[in-house]
């Protein structure tokens, strides 16, 4: 029986679906926690897992663990070059702009000062946000200057952060649709998070620019933010998908699409290896 | 008169240096605080210099930062990719490894339990490095099992710090040898630091592997930090050329020759630009 290494530190409701779909398919997922692993950079033998499905949040952390498994030969899902665009926010933005998909007018501020300055020229509200994902720094909402005053210099305290993107609030929170990609296709449009109940929404008007996303992030398991506002759709952020435990309830079989996606990635990445020879 | 931003947050004596040096071509170099920076992710005009020497420490925010002085035109020392990878140690290492450049052992271990693993792998003494330049997060010489014990707990408490590069400590620190790169070319190499006085070495021994570095990391201003062990030559670590006033004293021209090559790349970028239209 071939095994998938669920990379991730314990077994979450989500993990178990995906044990179910895998065995579904034949295979064995095991889970594999990521603090166990020690890589060496030179080419030494060192036990490490043929496919791998990365299961937690996309950091510069998990990016290095899935760059250093798929140049040992490992088949990871997502791909590196995909979990970095979800990990570093502002090449996540940058290909967004290249690519000419909306997005929320966002400035690059280098310090204090730029920080304030990037706030009054957006206009409340705005989003401060780390230039990649770090556990240790919230994205804060700044309502107003006193907000912004108090925030700022809390961040600098808590992790001498500098650089910021200072992100324009585009909509209501509640106006968040969470598009879910599977593959290279969009499975569910999903509305609320948190304690409001989900309720699954029409993929319809979402296809088009889905489509554009995945031409640019690669297919792979991941969820974009966006909205709808008078002037169109923005897109907001994207993240590795770690929590679909509702959607399943809701009858989409999530975990099965990702298996079915991480079997053809194994196919694809045997050809191209034989293609090779 | 053409101006060159330098872009630190104050004038330290190098800074005064590379004042006079760019006075003595024609060009007026001046400081440009990147905390006052705020650069907007779309291409709205801003005010932004068409020059610019980074003098800061290569951080993951200054290759941010020279991303986007790049996109939009200006002519960046030291090139964002060669930023890149001073900033980062593991894209660093993999780089040398890949060039088949010698580098100390070292295994990247992605939390408590395998960066215990690697420290016995390697045995003592061993380093361990934030996997990217951290201005928070400095790098630890561990001695022995129970210095180990109290660090690992220490960074994870510090900055939650879960990946680290474990690297074996190949040399005594007073073998190590800073190569200094300006341009092309190998303008240095220096013994000594902090308390020490620095002494100049021939360079002869050395212009081997400078040379196969500047192929990895391009053209710069950059210091690399090498021993000379009984196996050969190898390279530790490296960053952005940032103190050198003790080299001016010996009668090193270092300022003298980043102007020349701050302007060589600006011909270059001028005629590369001509060549597009």
Not at 96 to 103: G, R
Not at 149 to 168: T, Y
């Amino acid at each position: 029986m071939r095994t998938v290494a669920l990379l991730a530190e314990r077994l979450r409701v989500e993990e178990r679906l995906l044990q179910q779909a895998f065995a579904a398919v034949g295979w064995e997922a095991q889970l594999r926690d990521p603090n166990e692993l020690a890589i060496p950079l030179t080419e030494e033998a060192i036990d490490l897992p043929a496919v791998a499905l990365d299961r937690e949040r996309a950091t510069s952390e998990a990016t290095a663990l899935a760059a250093l498994l798929a140049a040992r030969g490992t088949v990871v899902v997502n791909r590196p070059a995909t979990t970095r665009l979800l990990a570093d926010r502002l090449a996540f933005l940058r290909h967004l702009v290249l690519a000419q998909i909306p997005t929320p007018p966002t400035l690059v501020a280098f310090g204090e000062a730029a920080t304030f300055r990037a706030i009054e020229a957006l206009g409340y509200p705005v989003y401060l946000k780390p230039l990649v994902v770090d556990l240790r720094m919230p994205i804060a909402y700044v309502e107003d200057p006193d907000a912004a005053e108090a925030l700022v210099e809390h961040r600098r305290v808590l992790g001498d952060e500098r650089a910021v993107l200072v992100q324009k609030v585009v909509a209501e929170p509640e106006a968040v649709r969470r598009l879910v990609i599977v593959g290279n296709e969009l499975v569910a449009v999903v509305r609320g998070r948190g304690e409001e109940p989900l309720a699954l929404e029409d993929l319809a008007p979402w296809r088009a620019v889905a489509s554009a996303l995945i031409g640019r992030l690669g297919s792979g398991v991941y969820t974009v933010d966006a909205v709808m506002t008078p002037s169109g759709m923005v897109v907001i952020s994207a993240e590795n998908l770690q929590a679909f435990r509702d959607l399943a309830e809701l009858g989409v079989p999530v975990a099965e699409r990702i298996a079915a996606f991480v079997l053809e990635q194994v196919r694809v990445g045997r050809s191209e290896d034989e293609g090779q020879r």
